[in-house]
């Protein structure tokens, strides 16, 4: 190898970064024993940064542009190394490049459901998916918080940290917001305002700007889904109060009626399960004409004691009630018959 190799070899005249790999964020220029050469120039391209590292404490912060390197435009390390200011030697320095464009399209989601209060429902577990945007801001806090010294950072690195940011800050601010799952559920742009406003803090600690930040979905569990498909169903809402639980009574008789003809025992099985003071008449009169009358109209008046009696015994004569029944259903109609 010639002496011209040797020197072209271990000084450095221009340092650049081409970002020639997909994905990578900070990026340390290969010294090895090379040497910058006094008066070099650094290339910084639009979207970059670029850091100056002395002995692995940041000095100077170059944005876009190109550079030539002296004690002037390098106040900070010319200080950190007790340079005079004629200096005119080669030296040494670590130089880190940050891409600061947008990471877009990075996708986001609950890997267990986070668990809130909740005003209509006590306590659920939400699950959440979406997509958010982020860039660095500031090269010098990502690289004391995030990157450190390593060589090659990547963005799936980075995102491994933000993954427990975002899980964590999302439980917190969905749990202070008190906006019911509900709202939550139909309105996600209301759900993302208010995710995306305490992410935006979190992230700005390690350098990191977010960008945009969207809710595609949010859901239950599927055993609570199934709950709250039931008491939708049944047109309620919240806790259950005196007037709701027999609503809600009535809707499970409802719903059974069609279930129960195929079943051995007939109807006579939902009476076994009625609360007392409930008759399989009464159940039955009221839950069919409840589903069948406008939600607007004037409730009908109360059928004859003596008919309610007639289609009762028809219930026994057709097998579709047990003679327990029907002469329990009796006595309770005729004691309000003779008062």
């Known amino acids: 190898m010639g002496i011209g190799s040797f020197i072209k070899k271990q000084f450095i005249d221009v340092l650049q970064w081409n970002e020639d790999t997909d994905g990578v964020l900070a990026w340390r220029y290969p010294m090895a024993d090379q040497e910058i050469q006094n008066g070099g120039q650094l290339v910084v391209r639009e ?45 040494k320095s670590d130089v880190y490049f940050f891409s600061t464009r947008v990471q877009t399209g990075r996708k986001w989601g609950t890997a267990q459901p986070i668990t809130i209060r909740d005003k209509d429902f006590d306590m659920v577990r939400v699950r959440a998916f979406g997509m958010y945007s982020y860039r660095v801001i500031n090269a010098r806090a990502f690289f004391t918080e995030v990157s450190g010294t390593r060589e090659v950072y990547t963005r799936d690195e980075v ?67 199934a709950a709250l498909d039931e ?7 919240g806790g259950m109060s005196a007037d709701k639980l027999a609503g809600f009574t009535k809707y499970q008789v409802a719903s059974s009626i069609p279930l129960a003809a195929g079943n051995e025992g007939g109807l006579a099985g939902i009476g076994a399960g009625l609360g007392a003071g409930m008759t399989v008449g009464q159940v039955i009169g009221q839950s069919m ?51």
């Open 231 to 237: 008491r939708i169903s049944a047109g309620m809402k």
């Open 159 to 225: 995102e491994d940290q933000l993954r427990g940011i975002l899980m964590a800050t999302m439980a917190s601010s969905l749990g202070a917001s008190q906006v019911p799952f509900l709202d939550m559920a139909a309105n996600q742009a209301l759900m993302a305002q208010q995710v995306k406003g305490d992410l935006t803090t979190a992230f700005a600690r390690y350098g990191i700007g977010l960008d945009e930040f969207n809710v595609a979905s949010v859901s239950l569990p599927e055993e609570l889904q």
């Open 289 to 339: 004409g409840a589903a069948m009358a406008p939600s607007a109209a004037p409730a009908p008046a109360e059928e004859p004691i003596e008919a309610r009696l007639e289609k009762l015994k028809g219930l026994l004569d057709k097998g579709l009630i047990s003679a327990a029944d029907y002469d329990s259903a009796k006595a309770e109609l005729l004691k309000k018959l003779i008062g």
């Open 47 to 91: 979207s970059q940064v670029a850091v100056f590292v002395n002995e692995g404490q940041v000095a100077d912060v170059f944005g876009p542009g190109t550079h030539t390197l002296t004690t002037q435009t390098l106040p900070v390390l010319t200080n950190l190394k007790n340079w005079d200011k004629l200096f005119a030697s080669p030296f």
